[in-house]
């Protein structure tokens, strides 16, 4: 059977979202596999037996966001020793239906991106960066499906790891001209998916579903995975 990993960062405040979601995830996300979590935190806390907790310096916003693939670059290998397809989601998160095979890569599509669900129903292009000296730079003529989120993401190892390496590889030859891309790592993230259409399975903007419908209106779509609600600066404070 398909051995699953999820990926979760949570430093500062934002360790106090990790049982939440992980008791969500134990219950709905690919019910039935074996999954191991790998925790990146500068918290002192244990947890389960599955998960695996690596320690990571906090850097504020918008750091600890945007250097996300960096930090999976130095675990990958333990990783890829123990799952077959891995998953990043956002540690404020919690799954609320049953999340099934659907969510799994295949061969022709081995990496899984989601839908924005700010962007899903209206404006599917999104708000890219549009500056042409960042390499994040996505052309309006460039063809694109949807303007894809950052909070869920995933795939097989190999693939996912591959794009977390050029990722990380475009945001360290950005900084060096002192640029940062407007929405940081989803920039990134958007960018590469227009570069690799072809190697990606598209979800509904429901596995990536805002907590207060109201906001963006997802019609009749199931919410299966919550985006939860949040006070930004208590969370972002020291």
């Known amino acids: 059977m398909t051995r699953v990993g999820i990926i979760l960062i949570a430093t500062g405040?934002?360790?106090?979202?990790?049982?939440p979601v992980y008791k969500s995830y134990e219950k709905y996300f690919l019910p039935g596999y074996k999954k191991n979590y790998f925790l990146l935190t500068d918290s002192e806390q244990s947890f389960g037996d599955n998960v695996f907790t690596y320690k990571i310096e906090r850097k504020g916003f918008p750091?600890?966001?945007?250097y996300r693939y960096h930090h999976f670059m130095k675990i990958k290998d333990d990783?890829?020793?123990?799952?077959?397809v891995v998953y990043y989601t956002d540690v404020d998160m919690k799954a609320v239906f049953p999340v099934g095979d659907e969510i799994l890569p295949n061969e022709k599509q081995p990496l899984i991106a989601v839908a924005h669900p700010g962007f899903f129903l209206r404006n599917r292009m999104g708000t890219p960066e549009?500056?042409?000296?960042?390499l994040a730079y996505i052309s309006p003529n460039e063809k694109r499906p949807f303007y894809v989120c950052g909070g869920v993401q995933g795939g097989f190892v190999k693939n996912y790891f591959s794009a977390s390496e050029n990722i990380s590889n475009?945001?360290?030859?950005?900084?060096?001209?002192n640029i940062i891309a407007v929405w940081h790592d989803e920039?990134?993230?958007?960018?590469?998916?227009?570069?690799n259409l072809n190697k990606f399975k598209f979800m509904a903007a429901n596995y990536c579903h805002p907590q207060q419908t109201k906001r963006f209106g997802l019609g009749h779509l199931q919410p299966k995975i919550l985006a939860l609600d949040k006070d930004h600066e208590y969370f972002r404070a020291e």
């Open 79 to 84: 990783i890829m020793d123990k799952v077959d």
């Open 63 to 66: 750091g600890d966001t945007l």
């Open 170 to 177: 475009m945001i360290d030859r950005d900084g060096k001209n």
């Open 187 to 195: 920039s990134y993230w958007n960018r590469y998916m227009v570069s």
């Open 130 to 134: 549009t500056r042409k000296e960042s």
């Open 13 to 19: 405040r934002y360790i106090s979202f990790f049982d």
